[in-house]
């Protein structure tokens, strides 16, 4: 059967291998939240939101991918799984996919996952003048590693009917954070693909 999925490429000790045999790596820097170099990685390609990664030598607690700036092909980095840099109260998609026959009026109270295994939490999506979508998570909950480019999936309260889904987009921060340059530093392409639509739109 035809797939599209990495995911079918069989088992692969070493991913990262893998993904260097078709991809060029590019060395860049893994940065801290306020900026600080604490060191080199092979390239942003080999890494996804929410990721553990090494970095020998500095911290005393293990360190995550919070952000890729691909455009200056920086990794922003935070320690700990739980740091709250690593989860969103709010984001934004771009266009929605609606597979239900009949697509939610929107605004609309629904709930939401972002990764498989996720369990879906309750949020109130809203339609943006360009036709993206803004979900605000409810009850003050909020999602580890939502990361542009990949899906939000969205599913009525009461019988978990699928709706349909969207790609997410541009920098998915907590909005709690009052962080200024690490709300700047989420997927530049997701964001530029969202900016595209409003172009398009006016």
Not at 5 to 30: A, M, N, Q, T, W
Not at 41 to 47: A, E, Y
Not at 167 to 182: F, M
Request: charged share 20%; with cysteine; hydrophobic share 30%.
């Amino acid at each position: 059967k035809e797939s599209m999925g990495l995911c079918f490429i069989g088992k692969r000790k070493d991913f990262s291998k893998f993904l260097s045999e078709y991809i060029e790596d590019v060395p860049g820097h893994f940065v801290t939240l306020d900026g600080k170099v604490v060191g080199q990685h092979r390239g942003h390609h080999l890494f996804t939101i929410g990721q553990r990664t090494r970095i020998s030598g500095v911290g005393h607690e293990a360190w995550f991918i919070a952000r890729k700036d691909i455009e200056h092909n920086r990794l922003t980095v935070v320690e700990g799984s739980s740091h709250p840099a690593l989860f969103s109260s709010t984001f934004s998609t771009l266009s929605p996919h609606w597979v239900t026959s009949y697509p939610p009026p929107l605004p609309h109270t629904c709930r939401v996952k972002c990764r498989h295994q996720q369990r879906p939490v309750e949020c109130v999506v809203s339609r943006k003048e360009n036709g993206c979508l803004s979900v605000e998570l409810a009850g003050g909950q909020s999602l580890r590693a939502v990361t542009p480019g990949q899906y939000a999936v969205f599913y009525s309260r009461e019988e978990g009917e699928c709706y349909g889904g969207a790609c997410i987009a541009g920098d998915c921060a907590n909005s709690s954070n009052d962080n200024s340059k690490s709300q700047s530093l989420g997927n530049n392409t997701a964001t530029r693909e969202c900016d595209r639509q409003d172009i398009d739109h006016n």
